[in-house]
């Protein structure tokens, strides 16, 4: 352990001893003011919209707050039903002294009950959610992220109240919704929010390509890119726009390359498509919240699952390996064909 990592954990486990043991909301007492904390990646953060919702209706008069990262600020802040959004970065972090101010401002406005969809906070992401829930976390079963975090685990579950949860290997969905208890009848996914004010009559029909994402296992190299792009079908009325940041290789006359200012606007112009093909969750699952039929790619890394669209018209095209590489050209060409007839 790094110096860096010995001091947050430190601090992380003062903070967390010094927070009171979990005193839930008492049986049918009037819930006025209620701080969910969700998911800081985009994708993830759509999947957590129909627990999101499931809490508004359990709880329809208070006043619900939500705790996002930077990335899904103006996601979250579009989400109806939600009053006032706080961006905090959970994981990893000690700085800015800001932070630490906007934690103890959170921790005075004593909710009747802080909910944790955050379910891989890290030893310090830990101490700042019990610093805030002053005693009144609900959360999700943790999953192991580090070392550190585990050693701190067993004090953490003395602090907050631990809900019963679907195990890992069930549906991202689904163990979001556990914390919301019964969730029997609750649609599996909520639409994105979106600038609706955007108009995309200008592209026309359109398939709508994304092949780079935020990590390794579903990204794309430039080379393969151009490869996929140049074979892709041709359509009579239809082109393609790609999501990318840099210019591609591979001169088409049906093809457009753009990349939107907002996740907003990007949502807008999935949602306005005639069909989606990415390698991206965010992409993918903002897709299928539309019912925009959807090609999935993807390794074959069996994590993954717990991730494939729950609804929606979809294809999915796995690799039969770690890496998206072993996906042909022609393969996903066929497969263009196949989401063309949906």
Not at 23 to 35: D, E
Not at 145 to 165: C, R
Not at 180 to 186: F, I, P, T, W
Request: aromatic share 6%; net charge positive; with cysteine.
């Amino acid at each position: 352990m790094n110096l860096k990592k010995l001091l947050t954990h430190s601090i992380a486990r003062w903070l967390i001893g010094r927070a009171p043991d979990a005193a839930p909301c008492p049986a049918g007492a009037k819930v006025k003011r209620v701080l969910v904390v969700g998911y800081d990646a985009i994708g993830d953060f759509i999947l957590t919209l129909p627990a999101i919702a499931r809490l508004r209706e359990i709880y329809p008069a208070a006043r619900l707050e939500l705790v996002c990262s930077q990335r899904n600020q103006l996601l979250a802040a579009s989400v109806a039903g939600i009053d006032e959004c706080h961006v905090i970065t959970l994981n990893d972090t000690l700085w800015p002294a800001s932070m630490w101010c906007k934690l103890r401002e959170l921790r005075q406005r004593q909710y009747d009950l802080v909910i944790n969809l955050f379910d891989e906070p890290d030893d310090i992401a830990m101490a700042k959610l019990l610093l805030l829930a002053n005693g009144r976390l609900q959360s999700l079963p943790l999953r192991f992220k580090s070392e550190g975090q585990q050693k701190l685990l067993p004090l953490f579950n003395q602090k907050a109240t631990i809900v019963s949860s679907r195990p890992v290997r069930d549906h991202f969905v689904y163990r979001m919704l556990s914390v919301a208890g019964d969730a029997a009848g609750v649609p599996a996914t909520v639409p994105s929010p979106c600038n609706k004010q955007l108009d995309t009559s200008a592209y026309g029909r359109y398939l709508l390509v994304n092949l780079t994402g935020s990590q390794v296992g579903n990204s794309m190299t430039e080379a393969q890119i151009d490869g996929i792009l140049a074979q892709l079908p041709t359509y009579q009325g239809i082109s393609y726009l790609v999501f990318s940041r840099q210019p591609v290789a591979c001169p088409r006359q049906d093809m457009r390359v753009l990349f939107p200012d907002t996740i907003l606007d990007a949502a807008k112009i999935i949602k306005d498509a005639r069909g989606v093909i990415s390698t991206d969750t965010s992409i993918i699952h903002i897709s299928s919240s539309f019912g925009v039929p959807t090609l999935v790619l993807m390794n074959n890394e069996r994590w993954r699952d717990a991730f494939i669209p729950l609804a929606g018209r979809n294809i999915i095209l796995r690799s039969t390996t770690d890496k998206l590489a072993a996906l042909s050209p022609a393969e996903i060409s066929h497969q263009v064909d196949a989401l063309m007839a949906l």
